[in-house]
């Protein structure tokens, strides 16, 4: 039993594990202001798709029981401000979109009953967030089982940023899988590319895996190609923080360099993911809007300066991996082959 956690609802406030402090400090944040939680989630205190859309419910129910509104027409038309403002923080995610769609779908069932009560409507708001971080950890513990057919006994696993439980409401998508397959064999070595520049992996990944005693090694993101050739990676894993409908896959920057090598080296490449962060509005990679991020992300470190001034950096925080580079793609429902266009649209119908 982990004695930690990645977000919950404690005293009428949201409470996350502040993961810019990991692995130095565990330090958990009490947010009693909506605001509090929009930035928690733009300056990635919590990180990770599915947990972003945990912490943007939790922020919506904290914003309406705050109000004081007093009828749920009035509470739902205050609400909209912050429907606004979480909707800004990470615009790749898909998972966010959808947790603010389903806390909308509650307030509108809501007054479809024609109540008048706003204290009722606030109760349910808080209910329905609370049963989304419920979902998400069933999700992912269902990820983990189906993912863990792939993993051989005695696999070196690859996998890069964090899609462990500290990205989720629990367990985890791409460490799900990675914890499930360890339960099974006992056997199981990850190698955890230090993810550049905000370095997931070697912070939260490797902390994660040490915490709950699975073998893990941090390497530097330039040494994959060389492991990889000389035979130390047996397949790679990763998360996902929007699906477009053909597989196309938007993650981590640095993903899809590793789902070239893998290709060249004749590896598997999976990711892990619900289908929630499945967009079956978006055809293609091409149209994933991709969060451009601070550039002193990579040009300080701290009070230190890396790069001399007047030299600008680049920071896209997430990269596309075309379908085609994909071996599987590991959902709640079952493990997506190609063509995925069929495989993921199969996946959804049968949950709907």
Same mark, same amino acid.
């Given at each position: 039993?982990?004695?930690?956690?990645?977000?919950?609802?404690?005293?009428?406030?949201?409470?996350?594990?502040?993961?810019?402090?990991?692995?130095? *400090?565990?330090?958990?944040?009490?947010?009693?202001?909506?605001?509090?939680?929009?930035?928690?989630?733009?300056?990635?205190?919590? *990180?990770?798709?599915?947990?972003?859309?945990?912490?943007?419910?939790?922020?919506?129910?904290?914003?309406?029981?705050?109000?004081?509104?007093?009828?749920?027409?009035?509470?739902?038309?205050?609400?909209?401000?912050?429907?606004?403002?979480?909707?800004?923080?990470?615009?790749?995610?898909?998972?966010?979109?959808?947790?603010?769609?389903?806390?909308?779908?509650?307030?509108?069932?809501?007054?479809?009953?024609?109540?008048?009560?706003?204290?009722?409507?606030?109760?349910?708001?808080?209910?329905?967030?609370?049963? #989304?971080?419920?979902?998400?950890?069933?999700?992912?513990?269902?990820?983990?089982?189906?993912?863990?057919?792939?993993?051989?006994?005695?696999?070196?696993?690859?996998?890069?940023?964090?899609?462990?439980?500290?990205?989720?409401?629990?367990?985890?998508?791409?460490?799900?899988?990675?914890?499930?397959?360890?339960?099974?064999?006992?056997?199981?070595?990850?190698?955890?590319?230090?993810?550049?520049?905000?370095?997931?992996?070697?912070?939260?990944?490797?902390?994660?895996?040490?915490?709950?005693?699975?073998?893990?090694?941090?390497?530097?993101?330039?040494?994959?190609?060389?492991?990889?050739?000389?035979?130390?990676?047996?397949?790679?894993?990763?998360?996902?923080? *929007?699906?477009?409908?053909?597989?196309?896959?938007?993650?981590?920057?640095?993903?899809?360099? #590793?789902?070239?090598?893998?290709?060249?080296?004749?590896?598997?490449?999976?990711?892990?993911?619900?289908?929630?962060?499945?967009?079956?509005?978006?055809?293609?990679?091409?149209?994933?809007?991709?969060?451009?991020?601070?550039?002193?992300?990579?040009?300080?470190?701290?009070?230190?300066?890396?790069?001399?001034?007047?030299?600008?950096?680049?920071?896209?925080?997430?990269?596309?991996?075309?379908?085609?580079?994909?071996?599987?793609?590991?959902?709640?429902?079952?493990?997506?082959?190609?063509?995925?266009?069929?495989?993921?649209?199969?996946?959804?119908?049968?949950?709907?």
């Amino acid at each position: 039993m982990k004695d930690w956690f990645t977000i919950a609802w404690r005293d009428e406030k949201v409470v996350l594990l502040d993961q810019r402090e990991l692995p130095e *400090r565990e330090v958990y944040l009490e947010l009693e202001e909506p605001e509090a939680v929009a930035v928690a989630i733009e300056t990635m205190a919590i *990180r990770g798709a599915p947990a972003i859309g945990c912490a943007a419910a939790l922020g919506i129910a904290l914003a309406a029981m705050r109000s004081e509104a007093a009828t749920p027409e009035d509470l739902i038309a205050e609400l909209e401000r912050h429907f606004d403002r979480f909707a800004r923080t990470r615009p790749t995610a898909v998972n966010l979109f959808f947790a603010l769609s389903e806390m909308r779908k509650e307030a509108e069932r809501f007054v479809a009953t024609a109540s008048a009560d706003a204290t009722v409507l606030r109760r349910r708001l808080l209910e329905r967030a609370q049963a #989304l971080l419920r979902e998400d950890v069933a999700s992912c513990r269902r990820i983990g089982e189906h993912g863990a057919s792939l993993i051989p006994a005695g696999s070196k696993v690859l996998t890069h940023c964090n899609a462990g439980a500290l990205a989720t409401a629990g367990f985890g998508t791409a460490l799900g899988v990675v914890r499930a397959a360890a339960a099974r064999f006992g056997n199981i070595e990850v190698l955890a590319n230090e993810t550049r520049p905000l370095l997931q992996g070697a912070r939260l990944t490797a902390w994660e895996l040490e915490r709950d005693k699975i073998p893990v090694s941090v390497l530097t993101d330039g040494m994959a190609a060389d492991l990889m050739r000389r035979g130390k990676v047996d397949l790679v894993i990763v998360g996902a923080d *929007r699906i477009a409908s053909n597989g196309d896959v938007a993650n981590k920057i640095g993903t899809y360099s #590793l789902a070239v090598l893998a290709r060249a080296h004749g590896l598997p490449f999976y990711v892990a993911a619900p289908l929630a962060s499945v967009d079956f509005g978006t055809a293609s990679g091409d149209s994933i809007p991709i969060e451009e991020r601070d550039p002193s992300e990579i040009t300080r470190q701290g009070e230190r300066r890396l790069v001399p001034r007047g030299v600008p950096a680049l920071n896209p925080a997430f990269d596309v991996t075309q379908a085609s580079l994909i071996d599987a793609i590991i959902t709640e429902a079952g493990i997506a082959r190609p063509p995925f266009t069929e495989s993921l649209r199969a996946q959804a119908s049968e949950r709907d």
